[in-house]
């Protein structure tokens, strides 16, 4: 008789301890589906997404240049500021205070380059590339077989060249550094003027609205310490405009003969012909459908990226 009480008594604990554990089990999806459906759940997902996408965005923007060493002193002086703070040094944390507090005027100040080359980047995002007519296309098709013909010309022969396009962002501080030239692009002009010991030859030549409007002119040199040495000033100024702006540029090494082309502040190096006039078509020729991105097979198959 005990025995049968015991028994009954343990499947009764068994079942209350079940009955319990389903509760739990129900009352934890509740919690979950009040939580994960909850409309404020995703906002704050979507809020750290875009404060790292903005962060990533930003350390990128001042990778390999000197910017990032003043990014490196503020971090700094904030640790200090929170362990002195911790510590209870109160000098110490009135000093990083007033530093905080006025290194905002001064950021604006140091970082003005790099603000700057972050709001052009920016203003170029573009959601939907515009179409093109046929014509216009085999207009910018004639170009580009212009630019090979002088690229293969210069390349063989080791001619250093310097040719940058425009395209949405007006390069007209730049023209004005340089000489007039306002004629249609062909590869026998544009391997005339980079002849040496020619009165053009030395600078870039620029490109807008498919003339040649000037050439000799001076673009701004690039201060990132990512460059290898062995590039010159041809290379760094092409990697310069493409800091500043939406530009294609070509250079041709005149000790090597490399093709190099830059855009959006990289440089992609040694390009074959094939590469390059992919890199050119998909660029300056915007297609209708949408495309694979030129840069994602360069760095699958093909050119070496630098800067």
């Known amino acids: ?147 090979d013909k002088a690229i293969q010309y210069m390349s063989k022969r080791r001619i250093g060249a310097l040719i940058t396009i425009q395209r949405k962002v007006d390069l007209e501080e730049y023209i004005e550094t340089g000489i007039p030239i306002d004629a249609d692009i062909s590869g026998e002009l544009l391997i005339n003027i980079f002849i040496p010991n020619t009165p053009l030859h030395d600078g870039a030549v620029i490109i807008r609205e498919d003339h040649i409007a000037v050439a000799c002119a001076y ?13 010159g000033t041809r290379h760094r100024a092409a990697v310069g405009i493409s800091e500043v702006s939406d530009a294609v540029t070509i250079v041709v090494s005149e000790e090597t003969g490399n093709v190099s082309i830059t855009l959006n502040g990289e440089m992609y190096n040694d390009l074959s012909q094939e590469m390059y006039l992919k890199i050119l078509r998909q660029e300056l020729i915007v297609e209708e459908e949408a495309n694979p991105s030129i840069w994602e097979q360069l760095r699958n198959k093909g050119g070496r990226k630098r800067g």
């Open 1 to 147: 008789m005990k025995k049968g009480k015991a028994t009954f008594r343990k499947s009764i604990g068994i079942k209350g301890s079940r009955k319990n554990m389903e509760q739990q089990i129900v009352q934890i999806l509740e919690l979950l589906k009040a939580q994960v459906f909850n409309t404020h759940f995703w906002i704050n997902i979507l809020d750290i997404l875009l404060v790292w996408f903005i962060v990533y965005k930003t350390i990128m923007l001042l990778k390999g240049t000197k910017a990032i060493q003043v990014v490196k002193g503020v971090a700094l002086i904030l640790v200090i500021r929170m362990v002195s703070g911790w510590i209870g040094l109160n000098t110490i944390s009135w000093l990083m205070d007033q530093f905080i507090t006025y290194g905002v005027i001064a950021a604006i100040v140091i970082f003005q380059p790099e603000i700057r080359k972050g709001l052009e980047h920016l203003g170029r995002f573009k959601l939907f590339k515009k179409k093109t007519q046929a014509g216009w296309k085999n207009k910018e098709d004639a170009i580009i077989l212009a630019y």
């Open 219 to 231: 673009l701004p040199l690039s201060e990132r310490t990512t460059i290898p040495k062995e590039y």
